[in-house]
């Protein structure tokens, strides 16, 4: 695999990356190059009219049955040896360029609905560490700020564009039930993915803890 990187590098390059220090370029042109060839625009899931949208029925409350203080909230993001990289408040996330997207919202459960979000791309947010993302990072887990609900995500569906931290459903701010103040949405994985109240992200060399995995469902659970 690390082999097949390094042929992607060798047809790397172009002057604007030149400021970027020797290291650090070098990963950023590898990682741009694999996830734009993993997601072309024929990889994009269907988006359907907004007038089709409504208001997702309530599935799923672990992690987010106790009452937390909106103000205080924030999410906590780790690196993958646990040291703490940074914090965020919904108002840095809000800084980010605000995207919508009505997809098709798919519970494993058995139903789906569509639905309309607004929120940042998560590839966006990525942005912010850029500097100490590297292509050993492979995984972002989430967490609920309790940490009752958790998921492991692969940096593929994590990078794709249409993966956002939601924090409005049809231009109305999440409430609890939905996964207040920030949750995320993607098309591309099934309900159980798509963490509802957000406290911790950390970025992993390797998959890590979910919840459902850890109870039997095939960890991918992608559409
Ligand atoms: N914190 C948390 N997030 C969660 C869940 C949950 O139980 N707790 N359930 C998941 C499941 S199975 C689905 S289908 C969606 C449902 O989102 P909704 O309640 O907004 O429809 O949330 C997902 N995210
Ligand atoms: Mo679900």
Redesign the pocket.
Known sequence: MFAGFMGWRSVQGSAADRRIPGVLRDVHGVNESIWSSLFREDHLAKEFAREDASI?????????DDEIDLNQWQIVVHGPDGEEWGTHTLADIKALPRHEMTIE?K??EGWAQVTNWGGARFSDFLNLYADRIDGAITDVGME?PDSK?YVSMDMATMRHRQTLLAYDMIDQPLDD???APLRLATPLKY??K????IGVIQFRREPGRDYWGDRGYDDYVGL
């Open positions: 997702l029925r309530v599935n799923g409350r672990i992690g987010i919202h519970c494993i609920t609900y039930a939905h996964g309900g159980i798509q963490l509802k109240r």
